[in-house]
């Protein structure tokens, strides 16, 4: 018989213990018992009275392991909200410094565009090219920058999407006419094409607005000789707008890496093409939100097809239906011949 006393690192612990197991008849608790080198050892202990009132069993379970267990959850928990809190507190800095770039960069920017353009009224035909100059330089720098804050909030996924009755025939007309005179200083033919005079839906006017003038401009960036063609495509639930162009095409090895931010085919300062390699992202971003699917082919030196299907009316829930886009030339006229003369699926 071992006195349970005599074990105790705490005697007044362990009297305290034996006497609620006297009293109840039963005991159970967390002491520390000595070890063999005098070592206190946490145990868990349960203690019974048996029937003959005088005699105590209790039955020991080192828990050494357990506790150590729980005091590095609580040292990971401890850990994991100081790091919550300091991530909370990198967000909220984050959203200061793009609050303060928008006003900051923003407000010159105006004021230098709006001059550029007072200047190339009133200076000579010769020095045309300065105020020209200026004025490029300045609004490249202006979409560089609605880019990168555009993307910011995407990815906090604090952008807001709200659906709205729009006719999708009149969003994609206006978007594309945005980028006519673009095509024109090109020499590039821009053309347009719907099923439908009218395409009735529910979703966000700016980001479906934002999504065609990103495929538009891209397809008139990377062509440098031919045409562009969109085509809006409706069906009773879902529509399907497709921007195909006669460019530079896209290598299939880089089709991987299309959507991912600041990526581009061709980087360093031996590119081909200006931009931040943020259109696209944004454009896979914003389809997502808006419950649709993009998809592209394309080959190189021939040119590339890009077609974005969304349902008619825009998820109200966090999962999107799936879009099945299957439908592409139904209903268009020669939309499959469109898709023939890259040797693409139609």
């Known amino acids: 018989p071992v006195r349970l006393p005599e074990l105790a690192a705490d005697e007044q612990e362990s009297a305290l213990h034996l006497a609620e197991a006297e009293s109840r008849g039963a005991s159970s608790g967390t002491l520390e018992l000595l070890d063999a080198d005098g070592t206190a050892v946490p145990y868990e202990i349960a203690t019974r009275q048996l029937r003959d009132r005088s005699t105590f069993v209790a039955v020991a379970r080192n828990v050494t392991e357990r506790r150590n267990y729980e005091h590095g959850l609580l040292t990971a928990i401890s850990a994991a909200e100081e790091a919550r809190e300091q991530a909370e507190e990198a967000a909220r800095l984050k959203s200061s410094i793009l609050a303060n770039m928008s006003h900051e960069i923003r407000t010159p920017l105006t004021a230098i565009l709006g001059f ?17 100059t200026i004025h490029t330089g300045g609004q490249r720098l202006l979409d560089t920058l609605n880019d990168i804050l555009d993307f910011a909030r995407l990815d906090a996924e604090r952008a807001a999407v709200l659906p709205e009755s729009i006719d999708v025939a009149v969003v994609v007309r206006e978007s594309v006419g945005l980028l006519a005179p673009l095509a024109q200083r090109k020499g590039l033919g821009l053309h347009l094409q719907s099923s439908s005079a009218t395409v009735p839906a529910v979703h966000s006017a700016s980001a479906l607005g934002r999504v065609i003038t990103n495929l538009v401009g891209n397809a008139i960036k990377f062509t440098e000789k031919g045409e562009v063609r969109v085509s809006l495509h409706a069906a009773p639930t879902f529509f399907a707008v497709r921007v195909q162009d006669t460019g530079v095409g896209i290598a299939d090895t880089f089709l991987p ?9 061709s980087d360093g300062h031996r590119r081909d093409f200006e931009g931040t390699g943020l259109g696209l992202a944004i454009t896979k971003r914003l389809v997502d939100l808006m419950g649709g699917e993009i998809r592209v082919w394309s080959k190189k030196g021939e040119g590339t ?7 008619t009316e825009s998820p109200s829930g966090p999962e999107a239906p799936h879009v099945d886009a299957s439908f592409v030339g139904d209903g268009a006229g020669d939309g499959a011949a469109e898709t023939a003369t890259l040797g693409l699926p139609a």
Do not use: G, M, T, W
Not at 305 to 311: D, G, I, K, N, S
């Open 116 to 132: 550029a353009d007072i200047l190339r009224e009133e200076v000579p035909k010769d020095l045309y090219e300065y105020a020209d």
């Open 257 to 265: 890496e299309l959507y991912e931010a600041f990526k581009q085919e």
């Open 305 to 311: 097809l890009f077609e974005v299907a969304l349902p």
